[in-house]
């Protein structure tokens, strides 16, 4: 599956932001996605997945209802809405397809990553 991410931008604390992910159709439905991000200096660290179902869905623990995984696997996208963003979201966000069951939360178990693309939150 190949990936492209885009909907970053730079935005005032408080703000909100909508990513996509645009995938090939080879296999999309099929896999479980996510959304992982990185801060310079920091490890990738786990946001959002969806299991290739779309029925269930899972955060990581900074997230406290500020976002929201979504995907059409008709229009084979994946998007991640994010609301009352702060400071500490800033990274570049990446976009990843897993063929592990379920909605896998460890980078490893994805095998094919977008580009990524940055977020900038100002205080």
């Known amino acids: 599956v190949q990936l492209q991410a885009f909907g970053g931008g730079l935005v005032q604390a408080g703000a909100s932001l909508r990513l996509t992910c645009e995938a090939s159709d080879d296999g999309f439905r099929g896999h479980a996605m996510a959304w992982f991000r990185q801060a310079p200096g920091k490890e990738r660290e786990f946001v959002a997945a969806?299991?290739?179902?779309?029925?269930?869905?899972t955060y990581g623990e900074f997230v406290r209802d500020r976002f929201a995984i979504s995907r059409d696997n008709h229009g084979a996208t994946l998007t991640l809405q994010m609301n009352n963003l702060k400071p500490e979201d800033t990274g570049v966000y990446y976009c990843?397809?897993?063929?592990?069951?379920?909605?896998?939360?460890?980078?490893?178990?994805?095998?094919?990553w977008g580009q990524g693309t940055q977020v900038t939150v100002s205080s």
């Open positions: 990843a397809s897993s063929r592990v069951a379920g909605f896998p939360r460890r980078s490893h178990e994805y095998d094919s």
């Open positions: 969806v299991d290739s179902s779309a029925t269930k869905t």
